[in-house]
């Protein structure tokens, strides 16, 4: 039987939603599939624990209170122009990005979020 890998060899993922339960859930499901998963109620404090402990993967709402989604996007592309990012939302269309460019680094989800979908994006990113 394989040991537990150690906690800094599984892909980190940052996740950015002011819906709680919805964090909450993403949480308890990716930590099931063997992420280890920080989460932040906007987008100023997840700035800050990407800069404390860089995530593989940043999922974030573009609406949320206190420095929204694009404003996490920018401050993290100034960091890092390749980290990939996952935009949730339920305002913008896919055909609409109103400000967000998307390329091979960065996944427009609609909500409500298809969570197999979401997984198979986190999955091509991370390589596993």
């Known amino acids: 039987m394989m040991p537990d890998p150690e906690p800094s060899a599984m892909p980190h993922i940052l ?6 339960i919805a964090a909450m859930a993403l949480e308890r499901f990716l930590t099931r599939k063997g992420y280890r998963i920080t989460t932040a109620v906007n987008g100023i404090e997840a700035l800050e624990f990407h800069k404390q402990d860089p995530a593989d993967v940043v999922v974030t709402d573009i609406r ?6 694009r404003e996490l996007i920018a401050s993290l592309r100034s960091l890092d122009e390749a980290l990939p990012i996952v935009v949730m939302t339920g ?6 990005e109103q400000g967000v460019s998307t390329d091979d680094r960065l996944v ?3 909500k409500p979020i298809e969570i197999e979908r979401l997984l198979q994006v986190i999955k091509d990113f991370t390589g596993t």
């Open 64 to 69: 949320m209170p206190r420095g929204g989604g």
């Open 91 to 96: 305002y913008m269309s896919l055909n609409d």
């Open 108 to 110: 427009v989800l609609q």
């Open 15 to 20: 996740v950015a939603d002011d819906e709680a």
